[in-house]
């Protein structure tokens, strides 16, 4: 994460195990990325089903995004997770899975069930908010 993202708790919201906010400082680059289904480079899903596979296969895509700007995972500070389930088992799933893939990473993050995802068998689609130092800074 660049190092003048500060992440942020305060007791007002209570003691959670993830971050309440970041406060992002005035000079950098935000690099908003739309929401990434797990898909291979023909357009075909991947995992149909599976909410792990899913997750995997998105936060390499994230992963791959943010190289072509010169930026990382480590640059993530907000994550929208939308998961087409009413389960919450498969809610804790995906939660799971994201929080391994981004171990490490202070990224305000949003998880929510939907009725439906774009492709038959989808689960998982995230939106990945990234801040990176100036250009050539």
Known sequence: MTASVRPFRTPALGDTPYIHGVVLPEAGRMVVLAGLSPIDAEGAL??????????????ELASAALAEVGGDLSDVIRA????????????????????RLLAGVDAAATLVGVTVLAY??????????AFLPPEGG
């Open 120 to 129: 038959p068998g989808q689960l998982v689609e995230v939106e990945f908010d």
């Open 46 to 59: 991947l995992h149909p089903g599976d909410v792990t596979g899913q997750m995997e296969r998105v936060v």
């Open 80 to 99: 929208r997770i939308s998961v087409a389930t009413a389960d919450r088992g498969e809610l804790v799933a995906a939660w799971t899975a994201f929080a």
